[in-house]
């Protein structure tokens, strides 16, 4: 039966604890989920260690029926974002909570409050905790367990939402593509290898470059830069900070092959690149025990196992692509790595299919799921 919740803000560390503890709760008999490492987990709202901070903030709330934690979210305003978009939009996630309208309803409006008292006039989410991770409902693809960086959400959560006024203003979709040996896709293969070869003929200038430790974090700075090109009119783009940068570079050598990461060149000049990673989502989902310490130690042997991989960037630079760029990435990438199973390509914002459309004139894919944001006005 409905009834009113204590909405409070979370500061002691039972608090906390109950904050972190309420999804997996919620979501024990879901077979889709992928919990995370609770480090990780905690990190995301740690005002102190991750570097989304220096230009935004964030309140938690909790939602008590009693001694027992309903429901969580969190407010956040970022700086960056509402000057880099000439917004006053704030935002919400990490927004979980039982079956039941009014404890949504209370969240909400908790965070939208919080939010107004900000100068915020318009509040968007899920984002957690921004754009650069989790974000989105998913409205599509309920029982496609996520890869990593991806989240995942109760079907219910939709409507409850929009029961709170909320409109759906982007969707963004998750393609994949299951490896197929057959004699249809060797011949495809075969055609592309070709194509590769008479482009480099075409186009000395042409080279493909090698990603190995002592350039990574070069040649992700140099990706950087390309992709605020390639992405500087995305809808909801923000360029990373520097410090943002580097998290991401010490974030992404704990899993990074760096044979996944595919760069092409006209001459010195950076003009494609295409990264993939393993799914750690995969490994986390194997391991066995509850603690990060024996989790943690399971995962460099579950990662050397797993079948299934991630294109997390793929971009070409706006001058070089009528070239065949892309269809060169593409080609390097696949034609290396036979031992992954399943690719995934996400986030393709429906609204910018362009890039879909180019890999699958490569590629079988299949969109298997997808993924909303949330909007509505403050009152």
């Not at 039966?1 to 409070?8: H, R």
């Not at 754009?131 to 309920?142: C, D, I, Q, S, Y």
């Not at 989502?281 to 299934?308: I, Y």
Request: glycine letters at 6%.
């Amino acid at each position: 039966m409905s009834q009113d919740y204590t909405i409070i803000k979370v500061a002691s560390a039972k608090q906390i604890d109950d904050f972190f503890s309420l999804r997996r709760k919620l979501y024990r008999d879901d077979p889709a989920i992928v919990f995370p490492l609770n480090s990780i987990e905690r990190q995301l709202l740690d005002p102190a260690s991750h570097p989304l901070y220096e230009h935004a903030c964030r309140e938690m709330f909790a939602a008590y029926q009693g001694n027992q934690i309903v429901g969580r979210i969190v407010a956040i305003k970022d700086d960056l974002h509402n000057q880099h978009c000439d917004d006053q939009v704030g935002f919400f996630g990490f927004l979980e909570a039982v079956d039941d309208q009014v404890v949504f309803d209370q969240l909400i409006s908790t965070a939208s409050d919080w939010l107004k008292e900000k100068g915020c006039n318009r509040i968007r989410g899920p984002v957690s905790p921004s754009m650069k991770g989790e974000f989105g409902l998913v409205t599509e693809g309920f029982d496609v367990t996520p890869m990593i960086m991806l989240g995942h959400s109760l079907p219910r959560y939709v409507e409850q939402i929009q029961a709170c006024g909320f409109e759906s203003v982007r969707r963004f979709q998750v393609y994949r593509y299951h490896s197929i040996q057959s004699q249809e896709m060797a011949e495809r293969w075969s055609g592309f290898e070709q194509t590769e070869r008479r482009l480099f003929q075409r186009f000395p200038q042409l080279r493909i470059g090698e990603v190995n430790r002592q350039n990574f974090a070069t040649t992700i700075r140099e990706i950087n830069h390309l992709g605020n090109i390639v992405r500087s009119e995305g809808w909801g783009f923000v360029p990373l900070t520097e410090s943002e940068l580097n998290f991401m570079i010490q974030n992404l050598r704990r899993i990074i092959r760096y044979d996944l990461i595919h760069v092409v060149y006209w001459e010195d000049r950076l003009i494609g690149y295409i990264v993939t990673i393993p799914d750690a989502n995969w490994a986390l989902k194997k391991t066995l025990g509850k603690s990060d310490l024996v989790r943690m130690l399971q995962m460099p042997f579950l990662l050397k196992r797993t079948p299934r991989c991630r294109v997390i960037a793929l971009g070409v630079d706006p001058d070089f692509r009528k070239k065949g760029v892309a269809t060169i990435l593409i080609n390097q990438l696949l034609k290396r790595h036979a031992e992954f199973k399943e690719w995934e390509f996400s986030w393709v914002d429906s609204d910018n299919l362009k890039s879909i459309r180019i890999i699958k004139r490569t590629l079988p894919l299949n969109r298997v799921r997808s993924f909303d944001l949330f909007e509505k006005a403050i009152d």
